[in-house]
Every structure is written in structure tokens, then in C-alpha cells.
T-cell receptor, first 111, second 111 residues
Framework: DGGITQSPKYLFRKEGQNVTLSCEQN?????MYWYRQDPGQGLRLIYY???????QKGDIAEGYSVSREKKESFPLTVTSAQKNPTAFYLC??????????FGEGSRLTVL | GQQVMQIPQYQHVQEGEDFTTYCNSS?????IQWYKQRPGGHPVFLIQ?????EVKKQKRLTFQFGEAKKNSSLHITATQTTDVGTYFC???????????FGSGTRLSIRP
């Protein structure tokens, strides 16, 4: 079935460690997005990519990094520079400005 | 940056009552999408509005896009317990730009 796969679903990290969240899509979508959601809050855009080998910062890019080497993959690295990384991370993709398809999300907890 | 205001933040209604959430922008939108997120889940696409003054219906849900393309609303008639969740608007400001999200309206229902 076509869709978006995020992994891991749950992740625990010690302070000072970098972690990478995986996002893979087989929908042949050009654009991919990473959003962060804190408890009871909305979705804030971290990074987005509209084409392979190109990506742009969203509203809260500090402390995060991404790559887009393949159309189907858009991994997000949460670096030690991110001061408050505990959150729910959602990856999404779409064609043009159409419907966003979301993965199931990754819950990151910093111990 | 570009921001959209979504109100109210919370709404608690008796089952069978109506519900409305509003999304307002200070600048003209290219289009607007609406999503529903159940507790613990990921956002799911409901609809996209593109034309000035557009009105679309999905069973008990009515979506409107303002004449100036700066505001939008989602109205649910006769709420049911299955309507529980958070409703987000997601505007796009130009034809090739990122999709951001409003802060959401959390709907809870008394049976």
C-alpha cells in the first residue's frame, strides 16, 4: 500500500545526543515536510523540501537538520543544539499544494 | 512570518449541538485546507478550498472560504461523539509555498 512510514515510533535520548528520525514515502510525491507538535499545541513547520537535493527552513529550524538525497526519503536529525527536543514529530508529503499525507509520527523523549 | 489565527482554542458542546471554528489571515491566501486530528493520532485531510466564496459540504460538515480569501470556517451540524478531536486549518499563501497550520480548535463533546 502507498503511504508514509516514520520510524522509530518512540525514541528516548539522553541530553547531548543527536538522533535521526526516518521518513520514507512511496507516493511519488515531490514535496516533503517535517512538523513538530507539543502537547495540546498545533503543528509547527521545521523544514520542508519541494524537490530532491533542495530544502528550506520552516519556522523553527534551529537545532534541526535534514537531507533530501532521494525523492522518497527525508530524514530529520535532532541535534544537541535543540534545547527542548521532547515532542511529537510528524512527517508529511504532497504533490504541489495538494492534500498532505502524514506518517504515524515519532515521539521523542529526552531523559 | 505568515501567520493565521484560529479560534476558538477549545469548544465543549453537548452532543447534538453545532460547532464552528474560524481561521483568519491578515493577508490573502492561495488556498486553505482543513484537517482533523484525533487524540493520539496524526492529522487527516478533510478538504481543500481554492476559490473565493467557495462553500463545500461533507455530510454534516460545511466549509467556507471568504470572498477576500483571508478567512475560512468549518461548521459541524448536530455534533456526534465521533467528531471529537482537534480541527486545524492549513493555509497556503502562494501557489508554490509551504503549508503552515493554525493553532487548532479542540472539540470535546458531552454525550
Amino acid at each position: 500500500d502507498g503511504g508514509i512510514t516514520q520510524s522509530p515510533k518512540y525514541l528516548f535520548r539522553k541530553e547531548g545526543q543527536n538522533v535521526t528520525l526516518s521518513c520514507e514515502q512511496n507516493l511519488n510525491h515531490d514535496a516533503m515536510y517535517w512538523y513538530r507538535q507539543d502537547p495540546g499545541q498545533g503543528l509547527r513547520l521545521i523544514y520542508y523540501s519541494q524537490i530532491v537535493n533542495d530544502f528550506q527552513k520552516g519556522d523553527i529550524a534551529e537545532g534541526y537538520s535534514v537531507s533530501r538525497e532521494k525523492k522518497e526519503s527525508f530524514p530529520l536529525t535532532v541535534t544537541s543544539a535543540q534545547k527542548n527536543p521532547t515532542a511529537f514529530y510528524l512527517c508529511a508529503s504532497n504533490m504541489g499544494t495538494g492534500e498532505l499525507f502524514f506518517g504515524e509520527g515519532s515521539r521523542l523523549t529526552v531523559l | 512570518g505568515q501567520q493565521v489565527m484560529q479560534i476558538p482554542q477549545y469548544q465543549h458542546v453537548q452532543e447534538g449541538e453545532d460547532f464552528t471554528t474560524y481561521c483568519n489571515s491578515s493577508t490573502t491566501l492561495s488556498n486553505i485546507q482543513w484537517y482533523k486530528q484525533r487524540p493520539g493520532g496524526h492529522p487527516v485531510f478533510l478538504i481543500q478550498l481554492v476559490k473565493s466564496g467557495e462553500v463545500k459540504k461533507q455530510k454534516r460538515l460545511t466549509f467556507q472560504f471568504g470572498e477576500a480569501k483571508k478567512n475560512s470556517s468549518l461548521h459541524i451540524t448536530a455534533t456526534q461523539t465521533t467528531d471529537v478531536g482537534t480541527y486545524f486549518c492549513a493555509p497556503t499563501y502562494s501557489s508554490a509555498s509551504k503549508i503552515i497550520f493554525g493553532s487548532g480548535t479542540r472539540l470535546s463533546i458531552r454525550p
